[in-house]
């Protein structure tokens, strides 16, 4: 490893070029005053393969020859990879993460509740400041600009015009959950990515990685509206993540952050940013609103005697509806709504110690009704001090602090044998569960069966106060605050937990069920949380084909067994969508529940599965392919005689559009009369064995869960489409829903003049096995839309017009000599088939998409999508005017 120095000579992050990409502009100077060690080469394989062996990863990844970079690994490869060298070399590991997940071929997909820490010595990625630095010294990083780009440790976010002294990147992921990559052939030091966004899960075989080693002293962050962050909190989990214990994407947190001394919120259904709640009082013990609109608080803690007030505030960006209860004194306010419908929140005058029944008596609970954003009249219910929350119904009242104390059905009672007890929760449904911690007692100890430590069991109690069920924490750590989580399962619980040092760094979901801790958010100081759940509104039923009720609840995990490697098999048969029969409830674990990781591909194809089940009925032209036409053409131009949904998607190939239109397109598409596919000659090698049908589907709940119900073939089920409506998405790829599939690529540019092809140009030597395939998923889509009286339109888009004087026919390869019978082979298939046409709009790089309608080599902007979109109108219309002759 080479020594990088501390220094006060600054390296620049991002550039001030014109046009420069949002995230990779202004320039922002970095100062980093602290010494580092960072790799002199990238990783490679035969290093690789010596840390993570099979202890690590059941099956090792085949990275290729010891001698060469490691690539085709994620970015939690090289977590593991950095985690494992460091216990090789006794070191602390830097990353932190509660389980892993793999795919087939052994790749890291996943690493749940990943956080870092950067002030621990240990092997790491380098930050992005660091890899700068590094790749300015050309005598350091000999290999940074080779083929390879590397991952880094930071999340993506936006630069300042402005010094940053040891800046460590963004302080949480934004809403793609994007990484960054630096260097490779052919780009600038200020370069941070590729062609289309980097997760974590992303691999490829031009992405490696190098580590570095070193603490950095008072790391700086920025968040993703650019504030500087020097204690970040983290969110560690995502929505989508949650889905398990949540069963919607409405999920809202709200804590205390003891190091700046604020309520912190999370809306999860909003990006999941961390807004604080900046506020002139001491905020403790939050509870959010039934509605989830609003939050109440107050300045004192459980377990102090002093007074306290409560507030209610909105649960916004803003500081907007604060009002006060006007009492003397008011703590620990939990709202609730009575059988009446009226919301209430209930609270008590004092939270302080209720060891004797002198002191628990001087304190005493009320109930004031809420409506309107104002506060009704206060209404006694007890005497003594019941903060661990009341009873919808009233007739069970509980709290600790130091004992168990509980009110049944109006009379006192102490319960845990009296021992010592505190952070009290009832539950918030039915069932009347009460949740609390304890000192290691005699009680809890035979219960568990073993010794433990202070707080280091969460236990759960029963209506009488018998104890039922308890959860352990995770080695190194004890349970905190501890509160039920309200809303449609109430199995939750969320709790922090405390380090051995006593710092209450994490927040975590605990759920019964299966005893399962999830992180949430990872932190400094972190107190008193509270989750809020939406409820259930109603269930949503289905029409469709009888099936049998085992049937219908079979498990996510199930695969679907008619899904072969023939294409035959992947084949829908003709079928009416109309002939609905028998009622049954959709599993809400499955259906509409097309995304896993929200991972770039699925969530461009979530959105485009909520527009297949929008438009079912009524769009009478789809549009089927890659990114290329997904930018490319525009439904909203065609004239208003044509309903146009474009479900093209980022990485489609025929085969992608085969399984789209085989399965969804055209036996439920009851008005189609028009397909557009997409070509694209320079990409006919992207086989089955390439496509995200084949690769990624059998592996995601909502694809399943179609396939093992034949597609739905004979009826669309009711309440798919609000299933898969609810599911989260990635917000930056709504413009899917809004545009009808298209989304337009901002910026537009001139044609370069210097290009060359990514992938090999000879490809066709060796791969008409390939092409053979690709072209045969084109002729039964053809096939297919004759039998339904369907015309297909073939369309190639434009790519750059310079490939030509470097014998590339575009930008992944294919040599212009090889077109032509390529091309031969297409225009026999529309003399064969009188419904198809080929369109060819690149014109072997002769064609009219002048400088300005391009955005980069293979995309067109917004200008370009115009010309093309107002050509494929008029072909069509031409159509209309054949069948009328």
């Keep these: 490893m080479l020594l990088v120095e501390g220094s006060k000579d600054t390296v620049v992050l991002g550039t001030n070029k014109k046009g420069a990409k949002i995230d990779e502009s202004p320039e922002m100077e970095v100062l980093l005053d602290y010494d580092y060690w960072v790799d002199g080469h990238k990783v490679t394989c ?81 930050t992005e400041a660091e890899w700068v630095k590094v790749a300015s010294q050309k005598d350091k990083c000999l290999d940074c600009f080779e083929r390879e780009k590397e991952y880094v440790n930071d999340y993506k976010g936006i630069f300042k015009n402005e010094v940053m002294i040891n800046y460590a990147g963004a302080s949480s992921t934004n809403d793609v959950d994007e990484r960054i990559i630096k260097g490779g052939a ?211 009242a509980v709290t600790g602090s130091k004992i168990l104390r509980a009110n049944v059905n109006g009379k006192e009672t102490v319960w845990y044998n009296g021992e010592q007890a505190c952070n009290v929760s009832l539950s918030r449904d039915f069932s009347k569960r009460t949740s609390f911690l304890d000192f290691h007692s005699a009680t809890g100890e035979k219960f568990v069966g073993d010794n433990y430590k202070v707080h280091e069991i969460l236990f759960v109690a029963d209506s009488t106060g018998n104890l039922i069920q308890y959860v352990k924490a995770p080695y190194g750590y004890a349970f905190d605050h501890p509160e039920w989580v ?76 008619n899904s072969s490697s023939s294409r035959n098999d992947e084949k829908s048969s003709s079928s009416s969508s109309e002939n609905l029969v028998e009622k049954f409830v959709l599993d809400e674990d499955s259906a509409g529940f097309y995304v896993k990781n929200n991972e770039f591909q699925e969530a461009h194809w979530s959105y485009k599965m909520e527009l297949v089940w929008t438009y079912w009925d009524s769009a009478d032209v789809v549009i089927l392919g890659s990114s290329r036409p997904q930018h490319g053409i525009i439904p909203a ?113 001139n044609w370069r003049s210097s290009v060359y092809a990514e992938r090999d140009i000879a490809w066709l030597d060796t791969g008409r096995v390939r092409l053979e395939e690709t072209l045969g998923y084109l002729a039964e889509i053809i096939q297919l839309a004759k039998e339904k009286n369907i015309k297909v339109v073939g369309v190639e888009m434009p790519l750059n017009p310079n490939y030509k004087n470097v014998n590339a026919y575009g930008k992944y390869g294919l040599r212009n000599s090889d077109a032509p019978q390529i091309i031969d082979r297409i225009n026999a298939l529309a003399e064969k088939y009188s419904n198809f046409t080929f369109f060819d709009q690149h014109k072997m790089g002769e064609h009219d998409y002048l400088n300005g309608m391009n955005y980069d080599d293979d995309h067109l902007c917004r200008a370009g999508a115009e010309q093309m979109t107002h050509r494929l109108d008029s072909l069509l219309k031409t159509y209309i005017i054949a069948r009328k002759i």
Excluded at 73 to 96: C, G, H, I, Q
Excluded at 98 to 118: I, P, Q, Y
Excluded at 186 to 192: F, I, P, Q
Excluded at 317 to 324: L, M, Q
């Design 186 to 396: 052919s780009s600038s030091l200020y370069s941070r990515g590729g062609t289309y966004p980097v997760s974590p899960s992303t691999y490829d075989d031009y992405i490696g990685f190098r580590l570095a080693i070193g603490v950095i002293p008072d790391a700086v962050f920025l968040d993703q509206g650019g504030k500087i962050v020097n204690s970040p909190v983290k969110v560690v989990s995502s929505v989508l993540k949650l889905w398990d214990y949540t069963k919607t994407s409405k999920v809202k947190l709200v804590f205390k952050n003891e190091a700046t001394g604020n309520l912190n919120y999370i809306d999860y259904d909003n990006e999941s940013k961390v807004v604080e709640l900046v506020d002139s009082v001491p905020a403790y013990h939050p509870d959010i609103s039934p509605d989830g609109s609003k939050v109440a608080y107050c300045t004192g803690i459980e377990g102090l005697d002093r007074k306290s007030q409560v507030y209610v505030r909105n649960l916004d960006d803003g500081n907007s509806g604060i009002v006060k209860l006007d009492v003397e004194s008011a703590a620990i306010p939990r709202w609730n709504v009575l059988e009446n419908g009226d919301t209430v929140i209930t609270y008590v005058t004092g939270a302080g110690n209720n060891s004797s029944v002198k002191s628990f008596k001087s304190m005493s609970t009320w109930q004031v009704p809420f409506a309107n954003g104002k506060f009704g009249k206060p209404v006694k219910l007890f005497d003594g001090s019941y903060h661990g929350g009341v009873s919808e119904d009233g007739r069970l």
């Design 486 to 561: 309200t809303g449609r399962v109430n199995e939750n619980i969320v709790a922090t937990l405390a380090n051995a040092d006593g710092a209450h760094s994490k927040i975590v979901l605990v759920h019964l069920a299966d005893s399962s801790i999830t992180y949430l958010v990872e932190g400094d100081e972190l107190w008193h949380p509270c989750l809020w759940i939406q409820g259930k509104t109603k269930a949503l039923s289905s029409s469709s084909a009888f099936v049998e009720r085992s049937e219908l609840s079979s498990s996510s995990e199930e695969i679907a067994s």
């Design 637 to 749: 131009l065609f004239s208003d005689q044509f309903f146009v949904v474009n479900l093209a998607s980022a990485h489609g190939n025929l085969h992608s559009s085969y399984y789209m239109a085989v399965n969804y397109v055209l036996p439920h598409y009851k008005k189609l009369k028009y397909i557009i596919i997409e070509i694209a000659l320079d990409r006919l090698w992207l086989t089955k064995q390439n496509s995200f049908f084949y690769l990624k589907s059998p592996e995601i709940k909502g694809y399943v869960y179609d396939a093992n119900h034949d597609f739905w073939k004979s009826g669309v089920p009711e309440g798919l489409l609000e299933y898969t409506q609810n599911v989260p998405k990635v917000s930056s790829y709504s413009a899917n829903l809004t545009e009808r599939g298209y989304m337009p690529l901002s910026g537009c540019s």
């Design 46 to 126: 035969g290093e690789f393969k010596s840390v993570i062996d099979e202890s690590v990863v059941e099956n090792r990844i085949d990275c290729g020859p010891d001698s060469l970079p490691v690539v085709n690994v994620t970015f939690f490869d090289a977590v593991l990879f950095a985690n494992e060298k460091s216990k090789t070399e006794n070191l602390d590991t830097v990353y932190e993460y509660s389980s892993a997940e793999f795919d087939k071929d052994g790749r890291c997909v996943n690493l749940a509740g990943l956080s870092f820490h950067l002030n621990r010595k240990g092997f790491r990625l380098p």
